[in-house]
Each structure stands twice: as C-alpha cells, then as structure tokens.
C-alpha cells in the first residue's frame, strides 16, 4: 500500500465522519422539537456506512489498479422508533389527553455516538498527518 492509498481511505472516513457527526448534532439540536413539516415530531436519523471501491468480482478478476476501498455514507437512515409520549398538558402540542409526542431520542446515547465518531475522525486526521511526514521523510532521503 503507498502512501496515497492512505490517504484516499482515510479521507473516505474523514467525510463519512463528519457526516456522522452532523446527524448526531441534528438529533441533538431537535431532541425537543415535537413539530416538522413532515408532520409530527423529529424523528432520530443514523448514517450507515458502507464500503466504497472496488467491487468483489474486480477484485477477484485482478483490476486492483487504482481500486481503493474505503468508507462511504450509503444512506441516512429515519428510525422507525414511535415517539415517546409525555403527559405534559401545559405543552402546546399536547392532545386532548394532555400526552404530546415527544423524539424518542436518548441524549446519552446520542453524546456516546458523537464521542465515538469524534475519535474516529482524530483517528484518520493522525493517519494523513503520519502518511504527510513519511511522504516528507521520503523526500529528504533523496538529497
């Protein structure tokens, strides 16, 4: 593997990252928000990652040239969780009962997602910043 084979992967996730880290903000910011225009209230979103590149069957067949596996973001997935309904009867959405359907979002479990991917993005950023000093390093050997 050269160096700008590292590189590639590693920008794959760093974008696969970010994208994480801006559902995760998203779930966040609206875990109180019991109205969309689509009706309703927020519903919880994940990215699902998927590998990008080269298929089995090139792989298989020996076109490796210039195939990089990596990550991508396959689709931002809506969870099909009900919402979670709040006796609140003071709250403006409430219903005739006084429950209002509030995100069924769990703001721990949202903090830990946004932990994990936030270590993962550092992770590849010291992958680019290693394969820029061996490209570095390689470069003084020849003078």
């Known amino acids: 593997m050269d160096i700008f084979t590292s ?6 996730a760093l974008k696969a990252q970010r994208i994480r880290l801006n559902t995760v903000s998203a779930n966040l910011a609206n875990v109180e928000t019991t109205k969309t225009p689509e009706g309703g209230p927020y519903r ?5 990652f998927a590998t990008s590149g080269a298929s089995f069957e090139e792989r298989l067949a020996g076109n490796m040239r210039g195939a990089v596996q990596g990550v991508e973001v396959s689709r931002i997935m809506t969870s099909p969780d ?6 609140d009867p003071a709250h403006p959405d409430a ?19 946004m932990m994990s991917a936030s270590r993962a993005y550092e992770s590849n950023v ?11 390093k390689a470069l003084e050997i020849g003078r």
């Open 7 to 12: 590189l590639k992967i590693s920008s794959s």
């Open 82 to 87: 009900p919402p979670k309904m709040v006796y």
């Open 44 to 48: 919880k979103k994940n990215a699902v």
């Open 126 to 136: 010291t992958v680019v910043k290693s394969a820029k000093r061996m490209a570095l």
């Open 95 to 113: 219903g005739a009962d006084g429950y209002v359907a509030m995100p069924d979002i769990n703001v721990m479990d949202e903090v830990v997602d």
